[in-house]
């Protein structure tokens, strides 16, 4: 069974900056190609960024790209989301999200997920 779990989350003004974490949690030792999204209140769920275990590509929504960076650690099978700039717009749960096969930016592209981490941009 695969387990996903962010963290990191939390209220910051306009401009600051947050660190999300995401751990993936299994036993076979697969590698997993993983994903960020957000969902705002009201909107649909919107891509953030995309990293592949195989390679050094990282791939960004256009709305947090020059703000927002996402880096992997494989020995800790742990991908992060360092946010910077960060404006009120971004007020979101962000999720992460996991799978087998290639990253993707739909959130159809992956098959497990955490369970969100609240973040909050105060004007």
């Known amino acids: 069974q695969v387990q996903v779990s962010e963290s990191g989350g939390g209220l910051v003004q306009a401009g600051g900056s947050l660190r999300l974490s995401c751990v993936i949690g299994?036993?076979?030792?697969?590698?997993?190609?993983m994903g960020w999204f957000r969902q705002a209140p009201g909107k649909e769920r919107e891509f953030v960024a995309a990293l592949s275990w195989k390679d050094d590509k990282t791939y960004y929504g256009d709305s947090v790209k020059g703000r927002f960076t996402s880096s992997r650690d494989n020995a800790k099978k742990s991908v992060y989301l360092q946010m910077n700039s960060l404006k009120p717009e971004d007020t979101a749960i962000y999720y992460c999200?996991?799978?087998?096969?290639?990253?993707?930016?739909?959130?159809?592209?992956?098959?497990?997920w955490g369970q969100g981490t609240q973040v909050t941009v105060s004007s």
């Open positions: 299994e036993r076979t030792g697969q590698s997993y190609a």
């Open positions: 999200a996991a799978t087998l096969r290639r990253s993707g930016t739909y959130s159809r592209d992956y098959a497990y």
